[in-house]
């Protein structure tokens, strides 16, 4: 079967997740942000490539800040952003979700930004739209459930080549709830394709799953141990329910063990960057010296971010 | 008195209502909505004929869709849209309806696009507007109360005129709850003034208001008597709150008479059309398999939705 | 110690408040915002002054109006507007104020109109922006706490100039709840720094503050006595919580001592002009026959509003 993402001549066509994607596609997606890096300095901060096209942001699971990065991606791209504020609209009045997408495809959409708590709701839209032949229809995942996050997986690969130029010597750790977190599961597909050779992940028993080990991926639940040598540190936020939930005793507890400090950061190597997809628990995943220390490169990634929504956003209008 | 949509020279200044308005006007809009659906297969899909004007949508009452599709015509048209968000905005604090009006036409406003659940609040701003003497600053009616849409029934009759091609040997069914329905009254006023020599009505007795017979419109209470020799099917949505009313028995029993199904459907002209103004509750008013099947025109009245409300919005700018 | 709205050249790089600002800045605002003013009767009432740039809209306390005459006024120089729903965003989930400010500098955020419920949250962000050495990035207040709003301070003095030509012969009275008014405290600054010799506080006892003799306010609690020989009326709006207060007997009550009929504001000069910052409640503050009376300036306020916020974004844009 061939991958959804792709159209007949292996392009892209949605960006639905990392997982399956072949490395020169991750790599084109790369050096096109690092072209739109420009833009940002400049006085006039627009490209023209996607005037006149409509984007719709279908936000089902509210999130304002992704939301943002893709309205200022698209706008510095010209295009018509349309944000739809799903919770009072017609499927709240019990239309189904495809008869929601087919009134928008008849509005001649060009692409749709899709964030939903449920994992695969993006694939059930890209499906619909081939089985309906709107074949210039886009869908970029902006997350769906726990399942994946591609553009935060693309931009912090961005990141890290940034900081690190290639990606054949890293070891990498990725420390918290790996379990819940999309955005794990698409950092570990794209740092395994691109050819990181020792992917680490730090958590305890209960917020790591099962299928580590399948993905190729070392587990520590000692965070000393597991820091050890790294040139990237990946913190993951601790969603607040997990907090009051059975899966920790504390947040408390959970900072002594899994917070990134000074002290802890100091077993990594000396150069390691330390990222984070925001927003950030200070004191509970991560401690302020460290978030606001000279390692941290949490800010960078919110830049390289809209570079790399453009960069997907203009390829997959062009394709 | 003269026509409040009209101006000193009987051009439309404001679209109200289609009640009382021409059949060389409704024309107009239909042939400029023709001359914009090309604009929407092209690269970029804009005209500048609103560029620098202010639109503002003021739902007082929520429709997403509705909102949706008119940011979506304003944008084409390069006007700046700005979505106010009524129920948290100064109205809330006190402020009469009219005071807010008189604001945003102190911020040049140049069109109100205007949703509220009172009959009649349009009318009240453009006479207000009138009395004032902003002559410049337009009103376009989005559906008030159960009084009418007029560009719901302006789509309505381009969808029917791309089918038909003309008005003049149709036998046209409206069904469902046309008492409540804004869109069957707007749908009705339009057919009789575009000369359909037959416009019928069915649907249950609670359901059908009286004065149906003095505006030019047979009664059937059998669907299948009134869906015989029509060449045009309008099903109408049920509104959630009267499926539980005591209008009604239930969803169920609805579906039984006033449901379309291949079979009633059948009853029509082989080459008969059905048309809804969505969102569509699948199984109540409306079978999965003719709300899919091939005579199903829905769709395309989105679609040549954005054209008419792009018509409308550059008429009444030109006037 | 600089003021932290002046750069070191002495020019604007923040409007945070009136106070403290030299005449000669305030003068050049209003001297911008009148080139302004022809703009809005063009036929594209657009220039691209900002084009490329991005403002954010940043609400902590609602306000549709102000939020809409600083978008309109951004859309009209051409900038991308960004709504920010805070209510809604990553300062709900515990993010801190100035880790969402980091993360929109981090999107190349241009300017930032902040609107907050405490006072001061507007310079806390400003000297957050000049630690952080983004020197380009432009904050201003659109209304902090009991603070300021010198942008509402700035259009009055432009409603005023428009209609009495200079200040430096003009009485002025601020009449109603004082104590709790931001809009009355920029512009008691706003007048005695433009030279307005006479600048009047009229209300009861408990809603007005002890510092007004220091600031060169004269107090009257007679309102008959407090409007003679006046060239300008402020009126203030009457929050709806302070009626129900201990701190006022009843609406009833407050409108037949503070509020504006035609018979008290026969007191006044023949030319007094009669301002409110809105939204008006008809009947507590103000009379019906003052507000659609003829000595009434209020709506023009909004239309200079408009302007005079065209103005401040483009003058901290250019320096």
Same mark, same amino acid.
């Given at each position: 079967m061939r991958?959804?993402? %792709? =159209?007949?001549?292996?392009?892209?066509?949605? !960006?639905l997740?990392?997982?399956?994607l072949?490395r020169h596609? %991750?790599?084109?997606?790369?050096?096109?942000?690092?072209?739109f890096m420009g833009?940002? &300095?400049?006085?006039v901060?627009?490209?023209p490539l996607?005037?006149?096209?409509?984007v $719709?942001?279908? $936000? #089902?699971e509210n999130?304002?800040?992704?939301?943002?990065t $893709?309205e200022?991606?698209?706008?510095?791209?010209?295009?018509?952003?349309?944000n739809? /504020?799903i919770?009072?609209?017609?499927?709240a009045?019990g239309?189904?979700l495809?008869d929601?997408?087919d009134n928008l495809?008849?509005?001649h @959409?060009?692409? #749709?930004?899709?964030r939903?708590?449920?994992s695969g709701?993006?694939?059930l839209i890209a499906?619909? !739209?081939k089985?309906?032949r709107?074949?210039?229809?886009?869908?970029v =995942?902006a997350?769906?459930?726990?399942?994946?996050?591609?553009? +935060?997986?693309?931009?912090?690969? *961005?990141?890290?080549?940034?900081y690190?130029q290639n #990606?054949e010597h890293?070891?990498?750790a990725?420390?918290? &709830?790996i379990?819940h977190?999309?955005?794990?599961r698409? &950092?570990i597909? @794209?740092?395994?394709?691109?050819?990181?050779?020792?992917?680490?992940?730090i958590g305890? +028993?209960?917020?790591?799953?099962?299928?580590l080990a399948?993905?190729?991926v070392r587990?520590h639940? /000692?965070?000393?141990?597991?820091?050890?040598?790294c040139d990237v540190v990946i913190?993951l936020?601790? +969603?607040n329910e997990?907090m009051?939930g059975? !899966?920790l005793?504390?947040a408390?507890e *959970? #900072?002594?063990h *899994?917070g !990134?400090?000074?002290?802890? %950061?100091a %077993?990594a190597?000396p /150069?390691a960057?330390?990222?984070?997809?925001?927003?950030?628990n200070r004191g509970?995943?991560?401690?302020?010296?460290?978030?606001?220390?000279?390692?941290?490169?949490?800010?960078d990634?919110?830049? $390289?971010g809209i570079?790399?929504?453009?960069?997907?956003m203009?390829?997959l209008?062009? =394709?």
């Amino acid at each position: 079967m061939r991958n959804p993402q %792709l =159209n007949e001549n292996g392009e892209l066509t949605h !960006l639905l997740s990392i997982e399956g994607l072949p490395r020169h596609i %991750l790599s084109h997606i790369l050096d096109t942000a690092a072209s739109f890096m420009g833009i940002a &300095d400049r006085e006039v901060k627009k490209v023209p490539l996607l005037r006149g096209k409509s984007v $719709f942001n279908l $936000f #089902f699971e509210n999130s304002t800040r992704t939301r943002t990065t $893709f309205e200022i991606a698209a706008k510095r791209l010209s295009a018509d952003v349309i944000n739809l /504020d799903i919770t009072r609209s017609s499927t709240a009045k019990g239309e189904t979700l495809l008869d929601t997408i087919d009134n928008l495809c008849a509005m001649h @959409a060009n692409m #749709f930004v899709v964030r939903h708590a449920a994992s695969g709701a993006p694939y059930l839209i890209a499906e619909h !739209l081939k089985r309906v032949r709107h074949k210039n229809i886009h869908v970029v =995942n902006a997350g769906d459930g726990r399942h994946a996050h591609p553009t +935060q997986g693309l931009l912090d690969m *961005y990141t890290i080549r940034h900081y690190k130029q290639n #990606f054949e010597h890293l070891t990498v750790a990725i420390v918290g &709830d790996i379990l819940h977190s999309r955005v794990a599961r698409s &950092d570990i597909h @794209a740092l395994t394709t691109l050819g990181v050779p020792e992917v680490r992940a730090i958590g305890p +028993q209960t917020l790591l799953p099962a299928e580590l080990a399948k993905m190729g991926v070392r587990v520590h639940h /000692d965070m000393n141990e597991g820091l050890k040598g790294c040139d990237v540190v990946i913190m993951l936020r601790l +969603q607040n329910e997990r907090m009051n939930g059975a !899966l920790l005793p504390s947040a408390g507890e *959970y #900072f002594k063990h *899994y917070g !990134l400090t000074p002290e802890k %950061l100091a %077993l990594a190597r000396p /150069d390691a960057i330390v990222m984070h997809p925001g927003p950030m628990n200070r004191g509970v995943e991560i401690d302020s010296g460290v978030a606001d220390g000279k390692q941290a490169v949490i800010l960078d990634q919110v830049t $390289f971010g809209i570079a790399v929504r453009m960069a997907v956003m203009s390829i997959l209008a062009g =394709n």
